[in-house]
């Protein structure tokens, strides 16, 4: 099913992209191998492994232990005349095995529940990590909505498996093959009837196991899928009750609900087969089996104990195979989870610092050039956004650029913050080219104030400290002052530690981009990137952001992107773009005169102004 999804790029158009992202579609690696990205994050904790796997092995042998107990009772025991004291001897032997399975299993199971959880935050850690460190580009092509389901869905697999499956499918292959080591013991010939039987199991295993892998993969990309459209909708909410469109988003949920549901069920399907098939071949080959030595018995070949134990011993092997097979279900969906998680893990950023970063000139003087710039954004690689674009802005000065939508504007920023690199030509900051620095020393030169302010859900003095995270409360105190927000802030019932809700949810839009415009002040970047910061304000709050906008354009180079021209008439130089291209440039006077594109659309905008 395909969710919707806007572009990850100003000036990209529209378009749709499936729930399954570009990483997805590539597909995992086969088997269990993936499970190798979990083992080597286990091995970061020798300790706790050691005390797992010791107490593994001992409930493990204790079980085993159960049914030679339960011969030496029944032989030994009961043997001899049903002596009191004989027969206390052997069930306090019983009860020694039963207190070392009990305090065993406490400690397998406290061990590798530790280490389940410790290895999901560790590889939830390490994705958020490295996705912080990816371009804007990667995100074009791969939904940040499916990826935080993976984060959450695939890392729960994972955890079920290292803190159970795992666990359970060593235990179980201890005892199966402890066990058939017993049966050895105690009968040669049933137990080689046995081995037999058991051989037969791994053909259905091989046949179903291929089969389950591609549909538990399957299985959790729909899963993937359901989290990224509830996040779209609920994200979204305001807009799909204001369109009266609650009926059309609950079929399309259900139409992903359904295809979801149809999937497991083809997983389930799968997995019950195959579980029947070997637990009927299991369990038909133990009673073939005790069938033959309760013959023995009658015959005098095999003791009572002997046959006790054989059966006891039979039945744990026996179950330990039939859930090796249910084991071997959850180790395929732990290895799609793995591959998943691991194909993010290997994403490796398109903007990277070079080798031998060139450091940028001491102090800043905040000059900002492009020269014969041409980009294409990679999701679009045959229409340039920017086509020959050169321009060179003075340390100080202010250049105001305007255009129609699509003209490229916002890709200029996102360019000289270098989220993207061009095809061609070169972008300078203080005569560096960007391709030649540290990205992180290029965005510390840069303060951004966003068409919308950007807000965390978190309380308003850590959205301020965004800008500075090292800044007091002083400092925060000023730049909230000089950005217009000193009043509204102490108005907050717990001033800067009110919490500001998902997205700045409990202010208004003015509110919001002040406290963007105060954020940019605590950076004191020498280079300001405007864009249309005052383009969705009313009257009112567009003055106070307007007001507060001049206070922080002082002495810094600025670039100012807007649509309604009046808040552009006071720059140094106005360029104005289309298709990529600079088709004028001068002041409002002289475009205003020029009777080009730029005095159709002033003249478009102020007369709509007057009316």
Do not use: C
């Amino acid at each position: 099913m395909d969710t919707a999804m806007g572009s990850a790029t100003p000036d990209a158009g529209e378009g749709e992209t499936t729930g399954a992202t570009a990483t997805t579609r590539r597909g995992g690696r086969r088997g269990l191998s993936p499970l190798r990205m979990v083992w080597s994050r286990l091995l970061a904790y020798p300790g706790r492994l050691v005390i797992a796997g010791v107490a593994l092995v001992v409930t493990a042998s204790a079980t085993l232990a159960i049914p030679a107990g339960f011969r030496l009772v029944i032989d030994r025991g009961f043997g001899q005349g049903g002596n009191p004291a004989d027969i206390g001897r052997w069930f306090e032997y019983l009860l020694l095995i039963v207190t070392v399975l009990a305090i065993g299993t406490a400690f397998r199971f406290y061990s590798v529940s530790w280490l389940g959880e410790r290895v999901v935050a560790d590889i939830r850690l390490d994705v958020q990590n490295n996705l912080l460190r990816l371009s804007p580009s990667f995100f074009e092509e791969n939904s940040p909505k499916e990826i935080a389901s993976r984060l959450t869905a695939d890392t729960s697999i994972i955890e079920q498996v290292v803190g159970s499956t795992v666990s359970v499918a060593l235990r179980n292959v201890i005892m199966a093959l402890g066990g058939v080591a017993y049966l050895f013991v105690l009968a040669p010939q049933l137990t080689l009837g046995l081995v037999a039987a058991i051989l037969l199991i791994v053909l259905p295993i091989t046949l179903f196991g291929r089969r389950l892998r591609a549909v538990s993969r399957t299985s959790q990309d729909r899963v993937a899928e359901i989290g990224a459209l509830v996040s779209e909708v609920l994200g979204a909410l305001r807009v799909v009750q204001a369109f009266n469109q609650e009926g059309r988003e609950a079929g399309r949920f259900s139409h992903a609900v359904e295809e979801t549901f149809a999937t497991a069920k083809r997983r389930i399907a799968i997995r019950a087969i195959m579980t029947a098939v070997i637990i009927f071949l299991i369990f038909g080959s133990i009673t073939l089996l005790m069938w033959r030595g309760a013959i023995d018995v009658a015959n005098g070949t095999l003791t009572g104990g002997t046959i006790a134990a054989f059966v006891v011993t039979g039945g744990i092997v026996a179950g330990a195979f039939g859930s090796l097979a249910e084991v071997y279900g959850d180790l395929v969906r732990g290895a799609g989870a793995a591959g998943r998680l691991a194909e993010l893990l290997a994403e490796r950023p398109v903007i990277a610092p070079p080798a031998r970063p060139v450091a940028l000139p001491q102090p800043p003087r905040g000059q900002i050039t492009f020269e014969r710039v041409i980009f294409r954004y990679p999701s679009r690689p045959t229409q340039a956004s920017v086509r020959d674009f050169s321009l060179k802005v003075e340390p100080g000065e202010t250049v105001a650029i305007v255009g129609p939508s699509g003209a490229g504007k916002s890709t200029l920023f996102l360019l000289a913050e270098r989220f993207y690199d061009p095809q061609q030509g070169a972008i300078k900051i203080d005569g560096v080219p960007l391709t030649s620095a540290d990205p992180a020393d290029i965005r510390r030169r840069i303060a951004l104030v966003p068409q919308e302010g950007v807000l965390f859900a978190a309380d308003a003095r850590d959205n301020l400290r965004y800008g500075r995270w090292g800044a007091s409360d002083k400092e925060i105190w000023q730049a909230a002052r000089a950005a217009n927000a000193e009043g509204f802030l102490r108005d907050l019932p717990d001033g800067l530690d009110t919490f500001l809700g998902e997205g700045g949810a409990r202010l208004s839009g003015g509110q919001r981009q002040r406290l963007a415009i105060a954020r940019a002040i605590l950076r004191d970047a020498p280079i300001l990137l405007l864009d249309e910061a005052t383009s969705a304000l009313d009257a009112e709050s567009e003055r106070l952001v307007q007001d507060a906008l001049d206070r922080l354009m002082q002495n810094r180079t600025t670039l100012v992107i807007a649509h309604r021209l009046a808040t552009v008439r006071q720059a140094d130089r106005i360029v104005v773009m289309d298709e990529g291209r600079i088709v004028e440039e001068g002041t409002h006077a002289q475009l205003s005169e020029a009777g080009g594109l730029y005095a159709r659309l002033a003249s478009l905008q102020f007369d709509m102004t007057r009316a």
